[in-house]
């Protein structure tokens, strides 16, 4: 398996007070980033003639960019925002979120 690392800043856009997800904008980021840097993974690995290989995405949470690419926070409970909004940027994709689970450290 191959693991990527993506900072949300680079696909989560909001709109210039940080409040509303851009879905179109954030979608089209995420399509560019996940064509570049997954496929690019996948062709290393296909290359050393790995099958099965499966790229697992790293994300970090509670950030985002504005439309200009100021960075934001998304505020309280921000990183189960996030895991919720790559769910959504996942189910048009190749490889298809169908669930996100949310784990916390509480008793």
């Known amino acids: 398996d191959r693991y990527v690392f993506v900072d949300a800043r680079k696909v989560v856009t909001t709109d210039e007070e940080g409040e509303a997800i851009d879905w179109d904008v954030s979608v089209e980021k995420w399509e560019k980033l996940y064509a570049s840097e997954v496929t690019a993974c996948r ?3 296909r ?10 995405v790293v994300v970090t949470g509670y950030v985002a960019s504005t439309a200009s690419g100021v960075p934001t926070t998304l505020g309280r409970d ?10 959504r940027l996942l189910q048009s994709g190749t490889d298809a979120c169908s669930t996100v689970n949310i784990w916390t450290d509480v008793d």
């Not at 290359?47 to 290989?53: D, L, P, V």
């Not at 921000?78 to 769910?87: H, K, V």
Request: aromatic share 14%; charged share 25%; glycine share 14%.
């Open 47 to 56: 290359a050393e003639e790995r099958c099965g290989i499966r790229v697992h």
């Open 43 to 45: 062709a290393e690995y």
């Open 78 to 87: 921000g990183s189960d925002y996030t895991a919720a909004i790559f769910g």
